[in-house]
């Protein structure tokens, strides 16, 4: 089974609205990241919440992590057609070698 | 400027043809890693590759092989590809996790249906 689980599975917003996406993992970490992917292009990293830390903002982007309920939120505010796409968490797995993404969440924003 | 490349960018092939798709990176990160995207499925691990020479097996390494004969290639090798490896291939790379971020740098794909 994954390490990471994204909820929802789609999310179809309008414009200016913000976007709650979560992700749940299993294991404990090092790191959780979250990345974007445009339709069949490759993925691009957003932002990084290392294992002590409880939130961090970059732009309209705010991550949560709570390690106690293995869950971490991306938020974006304000939203726009152009961050219409898939995210993906992801989770550097501690004693592991790799980053464990989940199956994503389809983001739609309409304008 | 730091990339992730990867060719081809779309291929069509037939069962049991041997095929290589090239990954290269102009970053200096150590850690290398191949993936492969299904619907439904997300990102699977395929083979990852710690520093020349070493490369250790992912998720679903069947059917696949790599090399790390240099820092900045890892190419991904099918000897005999069969249907069931139609899909989207991403190569990443990043520096290994010691106090340094490890965010992954991916490259644009590679489209591969095997016929």
């Known amino acids: 089974s994954q390490q990471g689980e994204e909820d929802p599975q789609a999310l179809s917003i309008q414009e200016g609205e913000n976007a709650t996406m979560n992700c749940s993992y299993k294991?404990?970490?090092?790191?959780l990241q979250w990345y974007r992917q445009n339709s069949g292009r490759g993925l691009v990293h957003l932002i990084l919440i290392r294992s002590n830390e409880r939130e961090k903002h970059s732009g309209r982007l705010r991550v949560t992590l709570d390690t106690s309920k293995k869950s971490s939120s991306l938020l974006i505010t304000a939203s726009r057609a152009a961050d219409t796409a898939s995210y993906f968490c992801?989770?550097?797995?501690?004693?592991?070698?790799?980053?464990?993404f989940g199956a994503g969440t389809i983001l739609r924003v309409k304008s | 400027e730091a990339q992730v490349t990867q060719n081809p960018r779309y291929l069509i092939t037939v069962t049991g043809k041997k095929l290589t798709v090239t990954c290269s990176q102009n970053?200096?990160?150590?850690?290398m890693s191949w993936y492969r995207q299904d619907p439904g499925l997300g990102l699977r691990q395929i083979y990852y590759?710690?520093?020349?020479?070493?490369?250790d097996k992912g998720d679903v390494p069947e059917g696949y092989k790599v090399s790390r004969k240099e820092k900045r290639n890892f190419p991904l090798i099918l000897e005999s590809p069969s249907p069931n490896q139609t899909s989207l291939y991403f190569c990443?790379?990043?520096?290994?996790?010691?106090?340094?971020?490890?965010?992954?740098?991916f490259g644009p794909g590679t489209r591969l249906t095997v016929l």
């Open positions: 970053m200096n990160h150590e850690y």
């Open positions: 990443a790379s990043s520096f290994i996790w010691e106090g340094l971020d490890n965010e992954q740098f």
């Open positions: 590759s710690m520093n020349v020479e070493v490369t």
């Open positions: 294991t404990s970490i090092n790191n």
């Open positions: 992801a989770t550097d797995v501690e004693y592991g070698n790799k980053l464990v």
